[in-house]
């Protein structure tokens, strides 16, 4: 699987970004999908996943953030809403099985990642 991130930009306090993920290959539909983030000099924190189970976010995006997928264009998205400066990090989309990424909040349990794209909020 090939994970291909992008959306990202500035934006001010209040606003809006949809971020989106493609990924390559046949078995897309049956991964489990998650978006994570890393600010500088911080770790990578786990933001939002998709399962067969449903969706789960982080308490600090939790009714402002929505993950979804279409699995015909193959593509997860990350609508970012009432953005904050907080918000400001790198995200990152990652995939793996429903098996392997039992704890999906640790981004060790997944082995695929896009290459990341920069969500900047001002002030």
């Known amino acids: 699987v090939q994970l291909q991130a992008s959306g990202g930009g500035l934006v001010q306090a209040g606003g809006s970004l949809r971020l989106s993920c493609v990924a390559s290959?046949?078995?897309?539909?049956?991964?489990?999908m998650g978006w994570f983030r890393q600010a500088p000099g911080k770790e990578r924190e786990f933001v939002a996943a998709?399962?067969?189970?449903?969706?789960y976010y982080a308490d600090s995006v939790n009714g402002r953030f929505a993950i979804s997928r279409d699995s015909a264009k193959n593509t997860v998205y990350l609508q970012m809403n009432s953005l904050e400066p907080e918000d400001t990090a790198v995200y990152y989309c990652a995939a793996d099985t429903e098996y392997r990424t039992w704890g999906y909040k640790l981004w060790t349990q997944y082995a695929y990642w896009g290459q990341g794209t920069q969500v900047t909020v001002s002030s």
């Open positions: 290959g046949r078995t897309f539909s049956s991964y489990a």
């Open positions: 998709i399962r067969r189970s449903g969706t």
